[in-house]
């Protein structure tokens, strides 16, 4: 069963971009996936309500990918929190144009995996941090998928770790279009998608 | 007087007749303006022997075609050329006399009427081959430079040239030369000081001629162009090019050369570009006229009597050019399509074969008959030169294509340039913004002393009315990707907007408008964007005034955004109604109900502020209804 995949993408410095822009780029050789640069449709914040919410309303999993900036989504996709989620459309009474899609977070953060551990610097591990959007998507009624992140993202090109992390990428989302991502029984997407990878050689 | 009428429309008439038919034919104008002076010459006998008059004034189209070349040239680019000029043109002018006498001298003629001879046949045709040039696109290609190079060395060594002639002079031809000399008497300054001082009054002319150039052209061009009038400006530019050339011949140095150097000291200024778009159609007559006078003086008596000779030698010329310019190519690596292009373009003998040809005779250097045959020579292989250039593009140029293609991802730096139309206070907001982030921009303005301020600031400007064609050509609009149009008139905008959506799809349009009437028209005209001068301002004006009235600023921020956001969302029926009303269109009263409906819309949506009610303006940041909790508790 094909799904359409519509992934929200937030970096607003795509310049200097070592991650999110080459995976961004890789998604578009994908097909049913809708590719959304908000900050280059918003460039002044102006959301507009009406379109986004029509997009949502055409899509059957809702991908946010960002570079995580002080544990939490850039700006621009919490205002588009803000404002298109709103009441009487994906939450509260009448609000339920959000019912039984998938929603996934594709997540960059500079630092190491084990930062992210309570006896590291960061001192809560990645899937506390991002409650707050795992609650999001719990009120609205979508499905909530353990996050894609790449740990330590400001030396994976020199570590030549990129690559893989593309391929991951487009794994998960050729699968989520499929709608083959089976992640009932897993809490660790990586080790799924590396798995897969694996099966396909 | 009536006959200059006659011979003038006969003249004219055929060039507007033949020149597009041949370029429609895929031909280029050369061949057009050639085979149209066949036509009006030999073939009907319309004109006759005052061709060779109308010649002589048309060669300073070729005097003109060599000022704007110079204007082209900084004399850094040339100073850069200087090896390929010296070397490529020196060695081609050099081996190609050499050879020609050394055939000549084996066909036993005298040494004397050989080296003539091969001197005259060692020039090329800098009229044909720069005109062809600049109609097909080929100037600034790697083949186009290098035949550049040697066109400027020719026309250089023309003066020596002259100056030989009367050493090779024959005793046995001096009774009939004299005659004809006589008659070819100039002017001159210097025909009678001796030969140390000639040489300090022509060093005095050309330092002149710079330091004036230099010093004196841009107050004569200020003070002409404040006064508004552009026929003031054309006579001026027109007036500059006379002049030099009548200074050039005063003290006997080419015209062509003079001019060239003239433009040369110009290409600096500011007002380039003005100065090209005024003389370029003067030259682009005036050349047409020289190319109808070769075709119209093509003697048909004499080519019937020497038919075979005279293909054979022309066809041996040509190929004995192409094959020392081929050589020369190899060596200069020259590459590809390129070498090709140089080979054959400067393959035959050019204009100024036929004035050392009237001066050899005049000198007693040749007799007339055989200068006679040598002219039809010329005119023949100028005949053919049109004829190469189809097979290079049709037959050589393909076979480069790919590779060409792949030379020229190299260079692509020059690309993306923005042509700025009007600088006044808007358009220099927008120069300094391109300008400052290392966006190549050129800036035209109609208003001298506004140029030169910017000049003075080290922004790049010129001088010109942007709604004329022809500067924006020399402005660069082929290669330019926007263009900026930020001129105080509403109807020149709205000229220029038109105009160049027309005749260049390609560029982008990005238009300043005066007010809603104006937007409407330039939107209209095919302008990609507009913007109303005064709107984001006004609207940033109102929203200060609403901060200093006591609003928040961040609602401040978003009163303005809906407005302007309302404003967007009701343009296109307003337009559309707009466009509908023809003539009444302001005062229609379709237009009007559409205006009081976004007022109206404007007033409700600002008005509106109701915490439960959720209307569709406004919908940001509306909190959820007060009992919204219920819906959980369920």
């Known amino acids: 069963m094909s799904r359409k995949v519509l992934v929200l993408y937030a970096h607003p410095s795509q310049h200097r971009s070592e991650v999110n822009q080459p995976m961004f780029d890789a998604a578009r050789d994908i097909t049913g996936v809708t590719l959304v640069d908000l900050y280059q449709q918003y460039p002044t914040y102006q959301i507009d309500i009406e379109r986004e919410q029509q997009r949502l309303l055409e899509h059957d999993v809702v991908v946010f990918q960002f570079p995580l900036y002080w544990y939490s989504t850039p700006s621009i996709l919490k205002e588009w929190q803000d404002l298109v989620l709103e009441y009487g459309f994906a939450y509260g009474n009448e609000g339920t144009a959000l019912q039984g899609k998938q929603f996934i977070c594709a997540i960059s953060a500079g630092g190491a995996e084990q930062a992210y551990k309570m006896e590291g610097y960061n001192h809560y591990p990645l899937e506390d941090l991002l409650r707050p959007i795992e609650q999001m998507a719990g009120i609205t009624g979508m499905k909530y998928l353990p996050p894609l992140a790449l740990f330590g993202a400001r030396t994976a090109v020199e570590e030549g770790r990129m690559s893989q992390h593309i391929e991951r990428w487009k794994t998960l989302l050729t699968l989520l279009q499929e709608g083959a991502l089976d992640t009932q029984s897993c809490d660790d997407l990586i080790a799924l998608l590396d798995q897969q990878a694996g099966e396909a050689k | ?634």
């Not at chain 2, 070349?69 to 000029?85: F, S, T, Y």
């Not at chain 2, 002018?93 to 005259?120: D, H, R, Y």
């Not at chain 2, 008959?369 to 020579?377: C, G, K, P, Y």
Request: charged share 15%; aromatic share 10%.
């Open chain 2, 1 to 634: 007087m009536t006959g200059y009428f006659i011979q003038a429309f006969i003249f004219l008439f055929a060039a507007v007749v033949m020149v597009p038919l041949a370029k429609r034919l895929g031909l280029g104008s050369v061949l057009g303006y050639l085979i149209a002076g066949v036509i009006i010459g030999p073939v009907t006998g319309l004109v006759g022997q005052e061709t060779n008059t109308i010649q002589h004034f048309a060669e300073f189209g070729v005097v003109m075609m060599l000022f704007l070349v110079g204007l082209e040239l900084q004399p850094a680019m040339l100073w850069q050329m200087r090896h390929k000029l010296l070397g490529l043109g020196g060695l081609q002018v050099g081996l190609t006399t050499l050879a020609v006498t050394g055939i000549t001298l084996l066909l036993g003629q005298s040494w004397s009427i050989a080296l003539a001879i091969g001197l005259i046949f060692s020039l090329s045709s800098t009229a044909i081959v720069l005109q062809t040039f600049n109609e097909k696109g080929l100037t600034k290609t790697e083949g186009g430079n290098s035949a550049f190079s040697v066109l400027l060395f020719q026309d250089i060594a023309v003066i020596p040239m002259l100056a030989l002639m009367p050493l090779l002079a024959l005793p046995e031809l001096q009774s009939v030369g004299s005659a004809a000399a006589d008659h070819h008497e100039e002017i001159s300054l210097v025909a009678h000081l001796p030969g140390w001082a000639t040489g300090l009054v022509v060093l005095g002319t050309i330092v002149g001629l710079v330091l004036a150039g230099h010093y004196l052209s841009r107050p004569l061009f200020r003070y002409v162009a404040d006064s508004g009038l552009r026929e003031a400006f054309i006579a001026a530019a027109l007036m500059l090019v006379i002049g030099i050339a009548a200074l050039m011949g005063l003290v006997g140095l080419s015209p062509a050369l003079g001019t060239f150097l003239a433009g040369v000291v110009l290409s600096n200024s500011e007002f380039r570009h003005e100065l090209e778009a005024n003389i370029e159609p003067f030259k682009g007559l005036l050349l047409g006229l020289f190319f109808i006078t070769v075709g119209a003086g093509v003697n048909f008596t004499v080519l019937g009597d020497n038919f075979t000779t005279i293909i054979a030698l022309t066809l041996g010329l040509m190929l004995l050019k192409a094959a020392v310019l081929f050589v020369l190519a190899l060596i200069f690596k020259v590459h590809a399509g390129d070498r090709w292009l140089f080979t054959l373009s400067l393959a035959q003998a050019g204009e100024f074969g036929f004035v050392l040809l009237t001066y050899a005779v005049s000198h007693s250097v040749l007799p007339t008959e055989l200068a006679q045959l040598l002219s039809l020579v010329v005119a023949l292989s100028m005949f053919l030169t049109p004829a190469l250039f189809i097979v290079l593009e049709k037959v050589i140029f393909p076979r480069y294509e790919q590779q060409q293609q792949q030379r020229d991802m190299d260079d692509i730096d020059e690309q993306g340039s923005v042509i700025i139309a009007g600088i006044g206070r808007f358009g220099q907001i927008v120069n300094r913004l391109l300008v400052a982030n290392g966006v190549p921009t050129v800036v035209l303005d109609h208003q001298a002393a506004q140029v030169d301020r910017l000049r003075s600031i080290n922004i790049k400007s010129f001088y010109g009315d942007a709604t004329r064609t022809d500067l924006l050509h020399s402005a660069g609009i082929e290669d330019a990707k926007l263009l900026v149009v930020a001129i105080d008139d509403k109807d020149r905008a709205l000229a220029l907007v038109k105009q160049v959506k027309h005749e260049f799809p390609h560029v982008g349009i990005l238009a300043r408008a005066y007010d809603r009437g104006h937007h409407y028209e330039l939107k209209d005209a095919g302008a990609d964007y507009v913007i109303s001068e005064t709107y984001p301002s006004a609207l940033q004006l109102g929203g200060e005034a609403l901060q200093r009235l006591g609003y928040h600023p961040f609602r401040a921020e978003q009163i303005k955004q809906r407005f302007s956001k309302l404003e967007k969302q009701h343009f296109e029926s307003l337009f559309s109604s707009w466009l509908h009303e023809g003539e009444a269109r302001d005062f229609s009263d379709h237009y009007r109900s559409l205006f009081l409906q976004l007022e109206s819309k404007i007033l409700t949506a600002m008005k509106q502020e109701s915490e439960d009610t959720r209307s569709d303006e406004e919908r940001g940041w509306t909190p959820p209804p007060k009992t919204y909790q219920d819906d959980f508790n369920r």
